[in-house]
């Protein structure tokens, strides 16, 4: 194959992905658009917890700034400061990208982005959660469902106001939930409690007492002790004493004397 015809089925089999992707492109537009249509009827209703995950995923399928900020927003009347805060500030960045055109066409959202994070920043709760002296290394820890390394342990974090559900978990050990709540611009830390894995039964080297001790001391050998005998005696009850043979025959000439 020449390189001019390498190239030309390179260009080809490219136009072909493309015309294949593009259907499953606008399918996602098509969906993030009614996903956002629905996300801003729920908010200007007022039912910001149907509103906002409509209007996040109807960004996550096709991000535009537009969708982005109207999410931000929709945090913000909802009383997720802290998540608001975090929007508002992807939003400046992706401003900050824009083409002097691009920028133009976003009406000064830039400018109620940066004046609704500078609004919101006292309300944001600070939450600073700790490991208790006797952790052992390697617990992990979990706040709603994120793993939090080690660096994020002892340092006071943004959270949105509300309930919190934090899991600790020991290597070996079972997992240990508990929960709290935290209001707006309060800053809390708290002491993890963690829960150890059990404790590994050692055995006992010292002698066993009572009746189990005592059957124990009894010996194990069924063999009688042998009754002692008593030795043979003379004709005038002298008792004959065991001897060598030679013994014996003087025994027999003195008898006959």
Request: proline residues 10%; aromatic residues 4%; charged residues 20%.
């Amino acid at each position: 194959m020449s390189c001019r015809t390498g190239r030309a089925f390179a260009a080809a089999l490219g136009l072909v992905c493309l015309v294949g992707a593009t259907p499953l492109l606008a399918q996602d537009s098509a969906t993030a658009a009614a996903l956002f249509d629905k996300g801003l009827s729920e908010m200007q209703a007022g039912r910001f917890d149907a509103a906002c995950p409509a209007l996040a995923e109807s960004y996550r399928l096709d991000p535009q700034p537009g969708a982005l900020f109207t999410l931000a927003e929709c945090l913000a009347k909802g009383g997720k400061v802290a998540s608001a805060s975090a929007r508002y500030d992807e939003y400046l960045e992706l401003y900050a990208r824009m083409t002097v055109a691009q920028q133009v066409g976003q009406r000064g959202r830039d400018k109620i982005a940066n004046q609704q994070k500078q609004a919101l920043q006292p309300r944001i709760p600070l939450l600073t959660l700790t490991l208790p002296k006797d952790a052992p290394a390697g617990t992990r820890v979990k706040r709603d469902g994120i793993l939090l390394n080690e660096p994020a342990i002892g340092t006071p974090l943004p959270v949105d106001p509300g309930e919190h559900v934090i899991a600790t978990t020991v290597p070996g050990g079972p997992e240990h939930v508990q929960k709290l709540t935290i209001a707006e611009a309060e800053k809390r830390e708290v002491t993890l409690e963690i829960e150890l894995p059990p404790a590994t039964p050692v055995a006992s080297t010292e002698p066993p007492t009572g009746p189990a001790a005592s059957a124990a001391a009894v010996p194990t050998s069924t063999a009688s002790a042998t009754p002692a005998v008593a030795p043979p005696h003379d004709t005038h009850g002298a008792s004959v004493q065991p001897s060598s043979g030679a013994g014996r025959t003087w025994g027999w000439v003195s008898l006959g004397v």
